[in-house]
């Protein structure tokens, strides 16, 4: 568990411009002073991130998400109060106190009140809104663990343990800048439910940032519709129809239980050493449409 004394320490390293790995609800996130672009380019620097896609700002409060924006219009407002804390994030044009290191660039910053206790107190101890991606090298998978961390950085930073993550998958991210709303990356918070308040123009619009993403394993990652497999050594994640391979994984039926078990499942699998993931195509509802998103990505 964690300490009192290890939160005033984490934050202490934030306040000078270090970097702190920390538990959130979506994924282990790679922390820095979101005001101090310094701090930030260490993150950039440290992932091997390019400068070019942009930062989530995490905050604990409504009025710290205000203070880093030029508008603060009705739909961010009803959205924040009814799924902060929580895996969405919004992107509104942003305060000058908001580095260009921060949003790669843009005019717009994307915000969000993660629902970890140990995030929401780092953020309090810090009195600062913490600028984090996921807690990974570029395009490797996105940790759900402490050690997957540790697996990626060593000891080079601080990490704050807090256990496996709940949700299992990235945030979803909607624009709120423009005219209408825009669903930017899907999450676990599907886009019809997002839709009953902001009515979203249906399609992602690219945005930078997005093209160039990947949540890959290390193994090769297949989508597999019928009953044909890979040929070698195949682990095969299923949810309706177990086919004969090296390994057969029966995965959870919800979307939210299989966005837990994802990243946790792929980074074992790589550990073990086989010759192609295969995955049973997850159904092309709205529900999973953020569990398929990092799926196909994890194929490219
Ligand atoms: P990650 O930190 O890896 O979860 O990725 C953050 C993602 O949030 C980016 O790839 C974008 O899709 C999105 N995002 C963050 N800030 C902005 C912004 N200002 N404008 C558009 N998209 C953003
Ligand atoms: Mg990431």
């Not at 400068?51 to 924040?80: G, K, N, Q």
């Not at 309090?124 to 961390?149: C, D, E, K, M, Y």
Request: aromatic residues 4%; proline residues 11%.
């Amino acid at each position: 568990m964690i300490t009192p004394d290890q939160i005033a320490l984490a934050a202490r390293a934030i306040r000078e411009g270090g970097l702190v790995a920390f538990p959130t609800e979506t994924v282990y996130g790679l922390g820095a002073n979101a005001l101090d672009a310094s701090a930030v380019r260490r993150i950039f620097r440290l992932k091997g991130r390019p400068s070019t896609s942009p930062l989530i700002v995490h905050v604990d409060t409504i009025d710290m998400a205000r203070s880093l924006v030029a508008a603060w219009p009705a739909a961010a407002d009803e959205l924040a109060r009814r799924h902060w804390p929580g895996p969405l994030t919004l992107v509104l044009p942003k305060q000058p106190v908001v580095p260009g290191e921060v949003t790669a660039g843009l005019d717009t910053v994307g915000i969000r009140m993660p629902a970890h206790p140990v995030a929401l107190d780092l953020i309090r101890a810090a009195g600062l809104p913490i600028a984090a991606p996921s807690a990974n090298r570029f395009t490797q998978l996105s940790p759900t663990t402490a050690a997957h961390v540790r697996d990626a950085f060593g000891d080079s930073i601080p990490i704050l343990d807090g256990g496996p993550t709940q949700v299992g998958i990235e945030s979803t991210v909607l624009s709120l800048a423009g005219d209408e709303p825009v669903l930017l990356r899907p999450g676990i918070i599907p886009f019809a439910e997002l839709r009953r308040i902001t009515e979203p123009t249906a399609g992602a619009h690219p945005s930078p940032g997005m093209h160039e993403r990947h949540y890959s394993p290390r193994t090769p990652l297949a989508i597999v519709d019928g009953d044909l497999l890979p040929a070698g050594r195949v682990a095969y994640l299923y949810i309706r129809r177990p086919l004969h391979a090296a390994r057969v994984i029966p995965m959870p039926a919800t979307p939210e239980g299989y966005a837990a078990a994802l990243y946790s499942t792929l980074h074992q699998l790589d550990r073990e050493g086989f010759d192609s993931i295969a995955v049973e195509r997850v159904p092309a509802t709205a529900p999973w449409a953020g569990v398929a998103d990092r799926i196909e990505r994890a194929a490219k």
